[in-house]
């Protein structure tokens, strides 16, 4: 059973908390043409609902599963259009918590791969480590495999530090996701690697 830690922080048990049981499809928000949630310009979309209720979390709102409005076709279609512009570089999950709400982040995902390929990448957060989703479900699992870097970590306010990259705590890391599966252990994201890796990929 899940536990709260003497900072605040709601801990899971291994397959605690499945998004078949707790999502209701719901969109905190959706953000277009956004330079914050992750390198150059994005599509920004925030799910609802969390379980791990940070103290200090920049988005209490949307950790009610309850909060916003329900995800539609017509939603996706505008995200897909947004995206086919060219100056967007990806799309972002955020939340609430992407991994609690899996259905909605692999029908997106999954379409924003078949319309684009790697052409745009895509990033999350999640208050979850690398660690704790190696042991995760199949449906965490496979939205994992569909992103191209995770900001993993459940944000811990006294490590707060507004000095960091995409990062509101030190605990917290910028996974390049695709090259950590390849190799089985972490690899840090950094603008470097990444271009390295598109031009091997041509």
Request: glycine letters at 6%; charged letters at 25%.
């Amino acid at each position: 059973m899940s536990k709260k830690l003497a900072n605040g922080i709601t801990v899971p048990e291994n397959k605690e908390w499945q998004s078949k049981d707790l999502s209701l499809n719901y969109v905190a928000d959706y953000k277009p043409f956004v330079m914050v949630d992750g390198p150059g310009i994005r599509c920004a979309i925030y799910l609802s609902g969390c379980k791990f209720l940070c103290p200090g979390c920049y988005n209490v709102a949307a950790q009610n599963f309850h909060y916003g409005t329900a995800y539609t076709q017509e939603l996706e279609d505008q995200i897909i259009d947004d995206l086919s512009n060219p100056y967007i570089q990806g799309l972002t999950l955020l939340g609430g918590e992407p991994f609690l709400n899996t259905t909605v982040a692999l029908q997106l995902t999954r379409r924003v791969r078949s319309e684009f390929g790697n052409q745009k990448d895509i990033w999350s957060w999640t208050g979850y480590t690398w660690e704790e989703l190696m042991l995760e479900s199949e449906d965490k699992l496979a939205l994992l495999n569909e992103i191209d870097v995770l900001v993993d970590g459940r944000f811990i306010q006294g490590l707060m530090d507004l000095t960091l990259r995409f990062k509101g705590s030190s605990n917290q890391r910028i996974i390049d996701v695709p090259a950590s599966l390849r190799q089985k252990s972490i690899v840090n994201w950094s603008d470097e690697y990444s271009n390295n890796e598109k031009k091997t990929a041509h």
